[in-house]
């Protein structure tokens, strides 16, 4: 059936109904349909430093940084 936005729901012995899906639902992203205030304060996590390429001899102040940050 893939990724319809219409759910084909069986109701016993009274047949089918479509059941509507938002594309997040469809796409298997979420389970339910956001509210704004949630959608709103969903805080995404920051992606992990990662120390840059440099050439040459990297300074102290850049190591102590690598150090400190770098795991």
């Known amino acids: 059936?893939?990724?319809s936005l219409r759910l084909k729901l069986s109701v016993g012995?009274?047949?089918?109904?479509?059941v509507q899906r938002t594309p997040?639902?469809?796409a298997?992203?979420?389970?339910?349909?956001?509210?704004p205030t949630e959608l709103f304060n969903f805080k995404v996590p920051a992606p992990?430093?990662?120390?840059?390429k440099l050439r040459g001899?990297?300074?102290t102040a850049m190591l102590q940084m690598v150090k400190q940050w770098a795991s």
Do not use: E, V
């Open 1 to 3: 059936m893939g990724n």
């Open 57 to 59: 001899r990297s300074s």
């Open 13 to 18: 012995s009274f047949g089918h109904r479509w």
């Open 48 to 52: 992990h430093w990662k120390l840059p």
């Open 28 to 35: 298997g992203l979420t389970d339910h349909p956001w509210a």
């Open 24 to 26: 997040a639902i469809a």
